[in-house]
């Protein structure tokens, strides 16, 4: 019998290294999007052995960051994200967040430092920001796309994983469904079991937070040109996610969008066999989404003083924004007037941990009563600037991950008009991934694709 005995094919040290570079950015980039998922949308789940404070996606982000410094270590770390405006601009706005709240505790009474607990989790969010920056700029080029629409994806089902159950025991009662216990368990201060008069929370803990992804993933789904498949799973259930909410002001941006986005200018009349499927099947979505919120009473949108009623009379001016809100007034009045006992600028700390108020929904006027005018032009600069980039780089790829931010820079400062949306961590980590997006996503047509590498 013979044989025929081929050279074992070289293998470097350089190689080596290199595939064990790759292997440890894939680790990397992959506990940080997992982090992400956690902090936004996991169970609100501790250790033993530690205090109840500390949740799990907290130990997440200490390994993404010990894997972050091991590349750091090797040498394999771009700073080319960080000379972006972009990022100098995000810096600023997370630094104010910061560092007022440390000359609250300097140079206020009042303050006490269990109001920068919360904050504190801006530290290691804005390190991630800066590690994935650096991952997907240098060890994961063109991977970007993928990793965001995974990330996305699996949000939405976990959504999905927990609203279901909620809806059906809303509707049908009986025991508390498995997964609606672990998302909200019976000591967890808040709404009961994560809904409340057929609106609905699914996994983020409060209505708002819902509705915030819900119309996110709407406005991405409608903006991304790529995968239909993607994006009409993603456009389907923004659009739901929006009416099970019951949010209003959710209802009005989708709506607005929507409407722009069927009347916008076209160069030319596309009509395809693929471009006729999606608008076949964003009707289909509506008409489908409509039926069951009407049938089942979801997201109260045609009950006695149902939310699309009360839209409209807004609209036709028979109805106040504060008479069909609740916002407005003194609720919005109050925590300004109240902040100025604390100092001439503000609380300085968090105003809505530093004020005994009802909460006054609207992050503009919490930036005031924190610090008058210094923390709103922070975050409004940033975001101008982060609109023109995402604006930019849309023009040019239409990728998901372009689409993804570009939604969220649209939707988080409007929003923000009626909700406090960046004193919680969804709005904290969606900021986050648009500022990675926008930082990684090359802006030629299929730049990202093309330079995709193997690991």
């Known amino acids: 019998m013979r044989t025929s005995l081929q050279p074992l094919p070289h293998v470097s040290s350089a190689d080596i290294v290199r595939r064990g570079t790759i292997s440890l950015s894939r680790i990397t980039a992959f506990m940080i999007w997992a982090t992400f998922l956690m902090m936004i949308a996991a169970p609100p789940l501790s250790l033993p052995h530690l205090p109840a404070e500390i949740r799990v996606y907290d130990l997440g982000a200490a390994l993404a960051l010990v894997l972050g410094l091991a590349l750091a270590f090797k040498g394999l770390l771009t700073t080319s994200p960080l000379r972006s405006p972009l990022f100098q601009a ?135 040109v790529g995968a239909t498949r993607l994006s009409l799973f993603v456009t389907w259930s923004g659009l739901f996610f929006v009416v099970a909410s019951g949010s209003r002001t959710a209802m009005v941006i989708a709506g607005v969008f929507l409407t722009i986005y069927l009347l916008r200018p076209r160069t030319r009349v596309s009509l395809s066999a693929a471009t006729l499927l999606r608008f076949v099947a964003i009707l289909v979505g509506l008409v489908t989404t409509f039926w069951v919120a009407t049938t089942f009473g979801v997201g109260r949108v045609s009950s006695g003083d149902g939310r699309l009623a009360s839209i409209f009379a807004w609209l036709r001016g028979d109805a106040r924004l504060v008479e069909i809100a609740g916002r407005g007034g003194d609720r919005w009045s109050l925590p300004i007037i109240e902040s100025q006992t604390w100092s001439p600028v503000g609380t300085l700390m968090n105003a809505s941990h530093a004020l005994d108020l009802p909460a006054f929904d609207s992050y503009y006027v919490l930036m005031w009563a924190q610090a008058g005018p210094i ?34 820079v649209i939707v988080l400062p409007i929003y923000g008009l009626t909700q406090n949306t960046m004193t919680g961590l969804l709005g904290r980590v969606l900021l986050a991934v648009a500022v990675v997006c926008l930082l990684t996503t090359g802006r030629k047509p299929g730049a990202d694709l093309r330079r995709r590498v193997t690991d």
């Open 90 to 224: 995000f810096s600023v706005y997370v630094g104010l967040v910061l560092l007022l709240p440390l000359l609250g505790l300097l140079l206020l009474q009042q303050a006490q430092l269990w109001m920068y607990f919360g904050d504190l989790r801006w530290v290691y969010i804005f390190f991630l920001v800066v590690v994935a920056s650096s991952i997907y700029r240098r060890q994961r080029q063109g991977l970007v796309e993928h990793d965001v629409a995974v990330f996305w994806v699996a949000a939405v089902l976990v959504t999905w994983l927990v609203l279901v159950p909620q809806i059906i025991f809303q509707i049908a009662g009986g025991a508390v469904p498995w997964i609606v216990d672990l998302w909200y368990p019976e000591d967890r201060s808040g709404r009961s079991f994560g809904f409340h008069i057929f609106r609905f929370a699914g996994p983020f803990g409060t209505i708002s937070g819902l509705a915030t992804f819900g119309v996110i993933s709407f406005i991405a789904g409608l903006l991304f």
């Open 375 to 408: 923390l709103a032009l922070g975050f409004l600069g940033f975001i101008l600037i982060a609109l023109w980039s995402a604006l930019r780089n849309y023009r040019s790829n239409k990728g998901f991950a372009n689409s993804l931010a570009l939604a969220v």
